[in-house]
């Protein structure tokens, strides 16, 4: 299953984040054998890592970041409706036994051409014991796991306490609650903040 957002230029950003956009440098014609575009982008636009220099003024950028986190057996919990913080009791109904990644799905539609300043984000709380619990990574289908106006950003503190890894804009929405095995690899940008990555999800076993 693709749980990827799709990356156009009607894709949401954060308010004051760079839109994609692209441009076509060259162009299959006589005497031109291919397509070639630039394109301009936030690395935080559609499904995308964050890098520990995202909120780490001393952290690395996402093509120092170890893969591992981001390949590997995962969980999708439902917290539908839950907000504007997810706490321990929207998601303790699924969180026996969990596996190191946990993908945390919203909405019921998610909003893949809109900004939504009314996201629901991770309580910081929750990220502790989640990261008590052996969890390595964290995703959800919001564009962060901060409320969209923090600014002191608790649930990314916590991660880089706790050496956690995100995902966020998740499109969870055809995603039955349960057990996966997740890929999303994020490129080797060897000094950015973030990159986007072609999240999947594939049944076990």
């Given at each position: 299953?693709?749980?990827?957002?799709p990356v156009h230029a009607g894709s949401p950003v954060f308010p004051g984040d760079t839109a994609y956009s692209q441009q076509w440098c060259a162009t299959i014609?006589?005497?031109?054998?291919?397509?070639?575009?630039?394109?301009?982008?936030?690395?935080?636009?559609?499904?995308?890592?964050?890098?520990?220099?995202?909120?780490?003024?001393?952290?690395?950028?996402?093509?120092?970041?170890?893969?591992?986190?981001?390949?590997?057996?995962?969980?999708?919990?439902?917290?539908?409706?839950?907000?504007?913080?997810?706490?321990?009791?929207?998601?303790?109904?699924?969180?026996?036994?969990?596996?190191?990644?946990?993908?945390?799905?919203?909405?019921?539609?998610?909003?893949?051409?809109?900004?939504?300043?009314?996201?629901?984000?991770?309580?910081?709380?929750?990220?502790?014991?989640?990261?008590?619990?052996?969890?390595?990574?964290?995703?959800?289908?919001?564009?962060?796991?901060?409320?969209?106006?923090s600014k002191a950003l608790p649930s990314h503190q916590v991660i880089r306490r706790r050496g956690l890894r995100v995902l966020e804009n998740l499109v969870l929405?055809?995603?039955?609650?349960?057990?996966?095995?997740?890929?999303?690899?994020?490129?080797?940008?060897?000094?950015?903040?973030?990159?986007?990555?072609?999240?999947?999800?594939?049944?076990?076993?």
């Open positions: 299953m693709d749980i990827s957002a014609a006589p005497g031109c054998p291919v397509n070639v575009s630039a394109i301009t982008l936030s690395p935080h636009v559609g499904s995308h890592a964050d890098a520990p220099l995202h909120y780490d003024a001393e952290g690395p950028a996402i093509g120092a970041v170890a893969l591992d986190a981001f390949i590997g057996p995962c969980r999708v919990i439902h917290a539908i409706g839950a907000g504007p913080l997810i706490t321990w009791e929207h998601i303790a109904h699924a969180a026996q036994n969990l596996p190191p990644r946990v993908l945390v799905r919203t909405y019921e539609r998610m909003p893949v051409d809109r900004w939504d300043g009314a996201l629901a984000a991770y309580a910081p709380e929750t990220v502790e014991r989640l990261a008590d619990l052996g969890v390595v990574l964290i995703g959800i289908d919001t564009a962060s796991i901060d409320p969209a106006e929405d055809a995603v039955p609650e349960g057990d996966y095995e997740l890929i999303a690899l994020p490129l080797k940008f060897t000094t950015a903040d973030a990159s986007p990555v072609r999240a999947v999800l594939r049944a076990l076993g």
